[in-house]
């Protein structure tokens, strides 16, 4: 018996050797074709180099791999796991992409691609390719939604009928708790330029649970550069509990490797965190980082910035210069002016490990305000420096989760970080060109945000140039934007929002982290 009994577990034994031998070359027969193991193993370990260690871990189907063709060009197409949307209209799927030069990976991003009324699946391989050509696909309605690999958002693109229209789109998740009350507040939404009409679309009726999780389509549509409405489509609801009202199930909504569709890093509406890690652009998050800073030689930096600010009344700044593209640990900063009381200009932008990486600069405002538009724009703009471009792997995604602008007074100091990239990449544009008017020296946004600094200033009783600066700032950029503030004597920087009170006027409060 016992002889009989090993015999069995030898040809067991054997069977699975077989079985599995085999498995490595056609677990990626898909779609008609059989994609090399050593090409899939390529880009996995793309992934697992480039992959943040707080990143959302969406999973990638590997045995579901495919290549397609696209302008000559081969991509390895990788499935993601999919959720059951509640609104009807709307079809979605999620794919990481993965750029191929000789069988070997040299990029990779995650697409996802929403359909209004059209079926992307049917349609899948063709939206990708002709993405990826920068061709429109004939009769698509929808968005389309790219992301880095850590699936945080870079691009986004809307289509009606097959063309790009202007309108500007991104998922996002939200709490119910959150979604309620922005609801409430609707008539009150605060937005880049002004107060402006929101619409919401295919919205449950009554309060949604506080613990569901919500994912909606932000659709914000600009006339001239100018934001004009706002309209919030509700796609679909994942919550605790099964029983609820949610077209997704507990178990998908608690799978760590099955986040919302959203990804990290940017969204209006209170957040736009997909799941699982936390998103590093959330403010209670990312205060931490700028908090760190001052382990570091920041607030030495600041302290001389500040000296020389106030005893000259003239600006006085430095570049932020980290030793690498993975840490915050600052450089010795070379402190500069130009003699001016209103301009500060920065020292040549480094992108190097001898010289340091340029993140961003901290400078002294003799007038006490905050950051100004000029200020926050420097920033943006740096994006696009050809020596990121050339720089190490990771190092446009370094800057875009780093760079900062920082502003030294004799009350406070101040920290703004980029949260929206796509929507404030569109607004630098539409900024520089903006006509100068001669007289005062200032193009229409600027001149907007100093009237509605001093409109804040006068009609706030007990307020600072300062608070003024910031109202102005929050009505100007709305969510694209994250600012910190210490004040001087304190030991941390705590995160600020802006709000409208119950009339409809702009107020400033503290950003509540749990």
Known sequence: ??????????????????????????????????????????????????????????????????????????????????????????????????????????????????????????????????????????????????????????????????????????????????????????????????????????????????????????????????????????????????????????????DPNNPPYGGGGGGGGGGGGGGGAPDPKDPCTEKGAINGLSTTNFPTTNASILSSTSSSGNEYGANLQYNSLTGNTLKTASITTQNSNSTWTPSAFTWDATNGYTMGYTHGHPAGGAESPDDVFAIVRNVNNPLIAAGPPGSVDAYKQNASVTVVTSTATYVVTIKDWPTIQNMQTTFDALPINPTTHLNSFDQDYADKGSTYLSSTAGSTVGDATLSALFQKFGNTINVYKKANGAATFSPIQGAVDANGKAIILPYNCP
């Open 1 to 254: 018996m016992k002889k009989r009994h090993l015999t069995y577990l030898s040809i067991l034994f054997l069977f699975f050797l077989i079985l599995y031998s085999c498995r490595r070359d056609v677990k990626n027969f898909v779609n008609g074709q059989s994609v090399p193991s050593s090409t899939v193993e390529s880009a996995q370990i793309w992934h697992d180099t480039h992959i943040s260690t707080t990143a959302i871990r969406l999973k990638a189907k590997w045995n579901q791999a495919y290549t397609l063709t696209a302008n000559g060009g081969q991509l390895l197409v990788v499935p993601a796991p999919e959720r059951t949307l509640a609104n009807i209209n709307f079809n979605i799927r999620r794919v990481f992409v993965f750029t191929l030069s000789g069988g070997q990976v040299t990029n990779g991003e995650i697409i996802e691609f929403l359909g209004n009324k059209y079926n992307v699946t049917d349609n899948l391989d063709a939206l990708i390719a002709n993405y990826f050509t920068k061709q429109s696909t004939s009769g698509f309605s929808g968005s389309i939604f790219e992301y880095d690999i850590n699936y945080m958002r870079i691009s986004n693109a809307k289509f009606e009928n097959g063309k790009r229209v202007s309108t500007q789109t991104a998922l996002v998740n939200v709490k119910g708790v959150q979604m309620n009350a922005q609801i409430a507040l609707s008539k009150l939404k605060l937005k880049v330029n002004d107060i402006v009409p929101v619409t919401y679309v295919g919205w449950p009726d009554g309060d949604i649970g506080a613990d569901c999780t919500v994912t909606y389509e932000e659709a914000d549509g600009y006339t001239n550069g100018r934001l004009t409405d706002i309209t919030y489509t509700f796609i679909s609801m994942s919550c605790p509990s099964a029983s609820s009202s949610s077209s997704s199930s507990a178990a998908s909504n608690e």
